[in-house]
């Protein structure tokens, strides 16, 4: 059995460039029972000091409430600090699978137990992968009874990553990644002390926190919603006009089972095309054939389509095997402007070739792709043959370092495009 895998892929299902639609999540508790809540990250200055919080049953807001102690210990030389990040369990999203993060907003409580000066230092709080990102941070001073305070429409840049340096303070150039290509995000919030010369201990209690989550639901693109109209832009790139859709033999996947994914993979911009399980052929003497095609153009309408590639990826038993075959044309001229093969096991010779990247004779604004795949196995009852996907990628330009935040931009706007003739074909849409 053979099998192959790219990779450098970075970013690959960039879920901008699926359908998109708003939603909301919310994270709350009002009771913080010690199952449900941990100190799970530490940053300590100097001598440094602890950080704990356990519940209390009565006194808060009303109820049980989270009763926190910060101390920082004595340092002859100077300085100490501590900061504790106060993990809500189970309180995670992650914006790569389930959609972008748009906004946010908090709330939670505080009353001082026993404080001095500017109190403890708090705020709400995320861990993305190994950092602490805060904001809004402000002590609690020594006001007596229940106080709250909230946040509305902060984004990622009111978050700036928790760091040591003289002292524990922020990187106000470090933040999350509330996008398509973040990962896991873990809430709660932070408490800080730091002393001079001296132990300081800050006894201070929160009650009724709350994250609130303003999403960008991430809806699944098929090759069907692509052959009734729709559009995906990636990067530089707009994948439009698809059509002709033909198959023959011994399977049967619609269109509507096939799932369209964009990728951006080292410095280039395309589409994934994966049914759920693959094209897979199983047994004796079984074939299969399958084609579409679709127009790839500029979103500026520039000559900047320079080359592409194409890539099979998948395995074989025995005599299974696959070949796709791919025709470019100059979506104006018709011109032919690249042949590609790529094969698994082809003619049953053990070869594989999996990429062929070619370079157009010019650059265009605008080509068409078509794409033939084949599957078939020989006489042997174990022959299998499996293409788990196919992928078509293209050089994006500008490089993706200077046009990251454009991607961003054009994709949440214009991600997928419904043409308003929702049941006209895509294939007779103008070039």
Do not use: C
């Not at 861990?127 to 305070?149: C, E, F, H, L």
């Not at 042949?339 to 605008?366: E, R, T, W």
């Amino acid at each position: 059995m053979r099998s192959h895998t790219i990779a450098t892929m970075i970013g690959l299902l960039l879920a901008l460039g699926s359908r998109l639609s708003a939603g909301t999540i919310s994270f709350t508790d009002d009771t913080f029972a010690n199952a449900n809540w941990q100190v799970s990250k530490l940053l300590k200055y100097g001598t440094g000091g602890s950080v704990t919080g356990t519940q209390a049953l009565t006194g808060g807001n009303p109820g049980a409430f989270r009763d926190v102690v910060d101390i920082a210990e004595y340092n002859p030389q100077g300085r100490s600090a501590v900061l504790g990040f106060h993990e809500r369990l189970g309180a995670t999203y992650n914006p790569a699978t389930a959609g972008p993060i748009t906004s946010l907003g908090y709330t939670y409580d505080f009353r001082n137990i026993d404080t001095f000066g500017g109190g403890q230092a708090a705020a709400i709080a995320l861990v993305q992968g190994d950092k602490i990102y805060q904001a809004q941070m402000a002590g609690t001073g020594t006001v007596s009874g229940w106080n709250s305070r909230s946040g509305l429409g902060l984004t990622v840049n009111d978050f700036q990553q928790a760091i040591v340096t003289s002292t524990i303070t922020v990187d106000p150039n470090s933040h999350p990644d509330f996008g398509s290509t973040g990962s896991e995000i873990r809430f709660g919030f932070v408490t800080r002390n730091a002393s001079i010369n001296n132990r300081d201990y800050l006894r201070v209690g929160y009650d009724n926190w709350s994250f609130t989550l303003h999403t960008t639901t991430v809806q699944p693109v098929t090759l069907d919603d692509l052959l009734q109209g729709e559009q995906i832009v990636v990067g530089d790139k707009r994948f439009s006009g698809f059509a002709n859709y033909t198959q023959s033999g011994d399977l049967d996947i619609p269109p509507s089972a096939i799932e369209v994914f964009p990728i951006i993979a080292g410095g280039e911009t395309g589409l994934r095309f994966q049914p759920p399980t693959g094209w897979e052929l199983n047994g004796a003497n079984r074939v299969y054939n399958v084609g579409f095609d679709f127009l790839v153009s500029q979103i500026d309408n520039l000559p900047l389509i320079t080359d592409s590639t194409l890539e099979i990826t998948g395995n074989h038993v025995g005599g299974g095997e696959a070949r796709l075959l791919e025709g470019v044309t100059d979506a104006h001229t018709l011109a032919t402007l690249a042949n590609k093969d790529v094969y698994i096991n082809i003619a049953n010779s053990g070869i594989d070739n999996l990429i062929d990247h070619q370079v157009f004779p010019g650059p265009k604004a605008a080509i068409r792709v078509s794409k033939g795949l084949v599957l078939q196995t020989r006489d042997g009852q174990l022959d299998n043959i499996l293409v788990t996907h196919i992928d078509q990628t293209f050089s994006q330009v500008p490089e993706p370092s200077a046009f990251a935040l454009l991607v961003i931009g054009i994709t949440i706007a214009a991600s997928v495009v419904r043409h308003a003739g929702r049941n006209k074909r895509a294939g007779n849409s103008p070039v």
